[in-house]
């Protein structure tokens, strides 16, 4: 590629690529996004209509600097909320059946929100020392949702004990649905950089970095290392994927947290009817892959979980995707690991780097959001010394 200086060129148009672009253009910089496919969003990106999935579980936090950072310019407004009747939906797998709240020990284990968990220990050990090994298990289970990851009890014990109390702590939960889902949120932040004057180039694979200006490289961490020329790698979850659509039944759950398994499941079509036709339920599936465990058997496990949540969900079906998603589903910390040891923004040489699994507070696409806004300061501060130097 040409050298264009003072021109900053970010690789990737996913979550992370378009908040770079966002955030850069909004401060008078020129910038060029390439993104190698037809369309935009990465894995933000949803099936078009009547059924509107996505990969797995996609909703918004409302307790942190990235939803502020959306919120501010519009890009989350249009919220869609549970109807009582869907919000008494929610279960708890436990021991094969479906109870209405967590095992007692565990409703004990959620209410010390103000207890630490040490970064170097596994969260099995340390959770069973507390609260026995049952309770421990059950707690990794639950958290599975956002770990996508059969054996969340191997992780560090702070990652984990964070992620439950944000997620299933007794504070009030900061979740958000946004009407249209990702695809709409996306879809506001690619039209926000193209009004400000971003060029986007689409069906455009980058394959060197380009010269003269800054770089930010907002792909996986595979591609972003293949550009660089080094190795980068992070631990990521690994699960089965289901999305299906039915003929809307009175016994369907709307959300289960499977604490036997590790599973997930949730009716979107419950705070946002936008996305299946009228008389139908949408929901979102999930099972993580056990170790060496064939995908056709981790399917498997995840239709029985359908059969228990969703009973004869195989006469009414309307719609259904099966997915796999490995090494994409954002970044888990291992004992002694934190956010601040994964790959960093900063790479030198004026090329940064962005993503779910870099160095970059937050949860899954959160740090895609932190690590683009990070990434964009570096990136506008490098062009403006070019500019100024030039």
């Given at each position: ?132 090994e049952a309770t421990a298990r059950h707690i990794a289970n639950a958290i599975s949702v956002v770990t996508y990851d059969a054996d969340t009890g191997r992780l560090s014990a702070a990652f984990v004990w964070e992620l439950f109390q944000r997620v299933l702590g007794p504070r009030p939960p900061a979740v958000r649905w946004v009407r249209g889902g990702w695809q709409t949120v996306l879809d506001r ?202």
């Amino acid at each position: 590629m040409t050298s264009n200086t003072g021109t900053i060129t970010i690789i990737g148009g996913g979550l992370a690529g378009l908040t770079a672009a966002v955030a850069c253009v909004e401060t008078g910089a020129a910038v060029v996004l390439h993104e190698a496919h037809r369309d935009l969003g990465g894995r933000g990106r949803a099936t078009p209509p009547p059924h509107v999935a996505h990969d797995g579980a996609h909703v918004f936090y409302a307790d942190g600097p990235h939803y502020r950072w959306l919120a501010k310019r519009g890009f989350v407004k249009g919220l869609g909320w549970p109807s009582p009747a869907g919000a008494a939906g929610l279960r708890f797998r436990a021991g094969g059946r479906l109870r209405r709240t967590p095992p007692p020990p565990m409703l004990r284990a959620q209410a010390r929100f103000r207890l630490d968990a040490p970064v170097d220990e596994d969260f099995r050990t340390w959770a069973s020392r507390r609260w026995g090994e049952a309770t421990a298990r059950h707690i990794a289970n639950a958290i599975s949702v956002v770990t996508y990851d059969a054996d969340t009890g191997r992780l560090s014990a702070a990652f984990v004990w964070e992620l439950f109390q944000r997620v299933l702590g007794p504070r009030p939960p900061a979740v958000r649905w946004v009407r249209g889902g990702w695809q709409t949120v996306l879809d506001r932040m690619a039209a926000r950089a193209a009004a400000l004057g971003v060029r986007i180039e689409t069906g455009s694979r980058v394959d060197a970095l380009p010269a003269g200006g800054p770089v930010i490289v907002a792909t996986d961490l595979a591609s972003a290392g293949r550009l660089l020329g080094e190795e980068l790698s992070w631990t990521s979850g690994h699960c089965a994927l289901l999305d299906v659509a039915v003929r809307s039944g009175r016994g369907d759950r709307t959300l289960v947290f499977d604490l036997d398994e590790g599973g997930f499941h949730e009716s979107y079509t419950m705070q946002d009817d936008s996305i299946a036709p009228p008389g139908e339920s949408l929901f979102q599936l999930q099972m993580p892959v056990r170790d060496g465990e064939p995908h056709r058997q981790a399917h498997q496990r995840l239709r029985v979980f359908a059969d228990l949540v969703l009973p004869d969900w195989r006469e009414r079906v309307t719609f259904q995707r099966h997915a796999v998603a490995k090494g994409r589903s954002g970044a888990l910390d291992l004992p002694g690991e934190t956010w601040r040891d994964r790959p960093a923004v900063d790479r030198g040489d004026g090329v940064y780097l962005a993503g779910d699994m870099v160095a970059a507070p937050g949860m899954r696409g959160e740090v895609s959001i932190n690590s683009a806004l990070a990434a964009a300061r570096l990136a506008t501060a490098a062009a403006l010394r070019s500019s100024v130097a030039g």
